[in-house]
């Protein structure tokens, strides 16, 4: 890979203190996902320049970004519009002021990939989450399949590209560090049928559901309800879900729930002989087990570990997952997935549609605004998730989203499908079975944990992650069932 350009950056010594390594870490955001690599300026193939006067050789960029006080919200935006009106760059949303020679591309990316405008939100919906209204893209009217920090990466790589006259091996796209399209199919497992009346409860809750929100599905659920008498569950579709994932070459993780302190939560708990039974099946059939943190788990210092713990307590390693009901609100989420030791995070999306709520379409650092540096962890974006589609336009909505992904660049990111959905009682079978329409020639349908190990030694070597240790947690989690030991009581009583 040593014949990839290499890129240097320089910041002008005028730049104050607390920006510069923001925009270096927008910097190499953009090397990771361009696929270059990163040396000193005096080795450099390119040297990009940002602030001051460019020496010879250096390629200026705009530097017009400046830091906003906690709590300040994002200005509105100015519409710019590409010099080359070639169709090859979409109009770019500028929440910075725009130089003459252009916009501050860097401080774009970081604007919109760091998600500091949501510091300053305070409004919480109905599950204590950042309502989308509030958003970048819901109060500026910006399209949410769109991902608009690669957009920005874009206009980059454009601009570099244009200085660039020593190599052909310039890449005429953002080639990424796989050189492959990636999709990290995921499962959040919120229920587990097993008491009688548990899941006759949890069905009239979806038809209830459907009688009151979605008509058109009734018959459905219907049908689906008295299936049970040829013997088949429509609340029990993981084993065939797996089965049929193994067939297209799809590799997938299910996130558990450790924790029931909550109506919210799952209706099973870590204890339970049978949940162990269903853990025990998935990790022999290769599926990668990650912690679901519970509705409470954000709540109180230390609680989220405290669930990994948990889960390693009963033989699973668990690396990474994703928040119960996508609640979170700010980087205390990845200070708590530190203080774990977790190794990746896929929360980041919207509940109500899909789309890209950091405006990336790729797996990257979160930023730590107490330190000013990047989280030792990598978030990867969720994308599109089967609750978050309605409507006779959901299919081309997915499609959309994913093709804005990764069809033109280099992308990796998440789906998430919950596994009752393919029972046909809790959303239309079109939605359902529109995860098997997804999957396009060309990707690679990993684990999340497959996707951050392949994509970490790129993290570390542009100087955003450290460097892979063997002794830590960046290593799989090991996939034996004998890891697995009787358990005495609830382990959990004491979260």
């Not at 079978?429 to 990993?446: C, I, M, T």
Request: charged share 20%.
């Amino acid at each position: 890979m040593n014949d990839r350009p290499s890129v240097a950056l320089r910041i002008d010594k005028r730049v104050e203190r607390v920006v510069a390594p923001r925009i270096e870490w927008a910097f190499g955001l953009y090397c990771v996902v361009a696929g270059l690599r990163v040396l000193a300026p005096a080795r450099a193939d390119l040297v990009v320049r940002y602030g001051g006067e460019p020496q010879d050789g250096e390629v200026p960029v705009p530097a017009t970004y400046r830091a906003r006080p906690a709590g300040t919200a994002a200005p509105a935006p100015v519409i710019t519009t590409p010099l080359a009106r070639d169709g090859s760059l979409r109009s770019l949303p500028c929440f910075h002021p725009v130089a003459a020679t252009g916009p501050d591309l860097l401080g774009e990316i970081f604007e919109w990939v760091s998600a500091d405008h949501e510091r300053s939100i305070t409004a919480s919906d109905a599950v204590g989450r950042i309502p989308f209204a509030e958003t970048l893209q819901g109060r500026y009217g910006l399209s949410p399949s769109v991902p608009w920090a690669t957009e920005a990466m874009r206009w980059l790589h454009a601009l570099l590209a244009a200085a660039w006259d020593r190599s052909p091996n310039w890449p005429g796209t953002l080639a990424g560090p796989l050189g492959r399209p990636v999709v990290a199919a995921t499962h959040d497992l919120d229920f587990l049928p097993g008491r009688a009346w548990q899941t006759g409860v949890r069905y009239a809750k979806n038809l209830a559901f459907a009688v009151a929100r979605e008509r058109s599905i009734v018959p459905q659920v219907v049908a689906a309800g008295a299936s049970t008498v040829l013997g088949r569950h429509p609340l029990d579709r993981l084993e065939w879900m797996v089965g049929r994932e193994q067939e297209l070459g799809i590799r997938s993780s299910v996130n558990v729930l450790c924790r029931r302190a909550h109506r919210r939560d799952a209706n099973y708990a870590l204890s339970e002989a049978r949940t162990q039974r269903r853990l025990r099946w998935l990790v022999d059939h290769g599926i990668e087990v990650g912690l679901h943190g519970s509705y409470t788990s954000l709540e109180g210092p230390g609680r989220l570990a405290r669930e990994y713990a948990a889960l390693r307590k009963v033989g699973l390693d668990a690396h990474g997952g994703r928040q119960h009901w996508l609640r979170y609100r700010d980087t205390r989420l990845f200070a708590e997935l530190e203080q774990a030791g977790a190794l990746y995070d896929s929360s980041a999306g919207f509940a109500e549609q899909p789309g890209f709520r950091h405006g990336a379409s790729f797996p990257f650092p979160p930023w730590d605004f107490e330190r000013e540096q990047p989280f030792p962890l990598l978030e990867i974006p969720l994308a599109v998730m089967e609750a978050a589609l309605g409507g006779h336009d959901a299919p081309a909505l997915a499609h959309t989203v994913l093709k804005n992904a990764v069809a033109n660049d280099w992308g990796a990111v998440a789906v998430l499908w919950h596994d009752p959905v393919f029972g046909g009682t809790q959303c239309d079978r079109r939605v359902a079975d529109l995860y098997w329409e997804l999957k396009r020639p060309g990707q690679d349908w990993l684990s999340p944990l497959e996707l951050a190990l392949a994509v970490w030694p790129a993290y570390t070597d542009c100087g955003l992650l450290p460097a892979p240790d063997e002794s830590s947690a960046l290593r799989p989690a090991p996939a034996v069932s004998a890891a697995f030991e009787p358990s005495r009581g609830n382990e959990l009583a004491e979260l």
